[in-house]
């Protein structure tokens, strides 16, 4: 079975502050993995997109950047977090077909204060 | 501009009650539709996914399609306090990046 850890759970960071968050998905070959950014209790927002090793697409420009370093590997980041970063991060993959479901990490609650 | 919108915002069913779901698509190369559902502070999981027209039951929920208008919806009936949670609606089409998601729905189930 396919299994898809994020870290970490939670962050509280300071305007201004770098910032990196990570997912590992195991069990599952050249998986299409996604970030999204979720505000408080609204829709997800797709910010980059990977279909394989060292190739990220952005979706939406939000002064942060993504890495897939690894396969199995998703990388998110920045060097100078905004009070606008503070969301629920998730992590995704898909197979690599059109029209699949998409699987969702547990999630990276970040507070920017 | 969003792709996906869904409606009512929010919905307070009673418990027993049926909650009915709406999410009309904009572009009109979607292929699949997708519901899934987040419990508060959890992630979405996906619930039901339909691309024919017409109707797919599991259960409690079922899910219509009507290709021609791009809409699609969500009935679950015997609603349970555990169903309130925030639903999401989604499409996807070939050779897009994933699924593109709606604005939610937010359902509450009273007791």
């Known amino acids: 079975a396919q299994t898809i850890h994020q870290w970490p759970v939670a962050e509280i960071k300071a305007v201004g502050s770098p910032l990196s968050l990570g997912c590992t998905i195991k069990?599952?070959?050249?998986?299409?993995l996604y970030w999204y950014w979720q505000a408080t209790g609204g829709t997800l927002q797709q910010l980059f997109y990977?279909?394989?090793?060292?190739?990220v697409e952005s979706v939406v420009q939000l002064n942060l950047s993504a890495s897939r370093p690894k396969d199995d590997q998703f990388i998110l980041s920045t060097e100078k977090l905004l009070l606008s970063h503070s969301g629920f991060y998730l992590c995704?993959?898909?197979?690599?077909?059109?029209?699949?479901?998409?699987?969702f990490g547990k999630g990276t609650r970040l507070t920017v204060v | 501009q969003q792709k996906v919108q869904q409606s009512p915002e929010s919905l307070i069913v009673p418990e027993g009650g049926m909650a009915s779901l709406n999410c009309t698509s904009s572009?009109?190369?979607?292929?699949y539709f997708w519901w899934y559902r987040q419990h508060s502070g959890k992630s979405p999981k996906m619930l039901m996914s339909i691309f024919s027209n017409g109707e797919k039951e599991e259960g409690r929920f079922t899910v219509h399609l009507n290709k021609a208008s791009l809409h699609t919806s969500l009935h679950i009936r015997d609603s349970q306090p555990s169903d309130s949670a925030l639903y999401l609606c989604a499409a996807s089409k070939q050779g897009g990046r994933a699924l593109i998601f709606g604005t939610g729905t937010t359902v509450s189930v009273s007791p």
């Open positions: 572009d009109r190369n979607v292929d």
């Open positions: 990977s279909i394989t090793v060292g190739q």
């Open positions: 069990g599952k070959s050249s998986p299409n």
């Open positions: 995704a993959w898909s197979g690599g077909q059109a029209n699949t479901e998409v699987f």
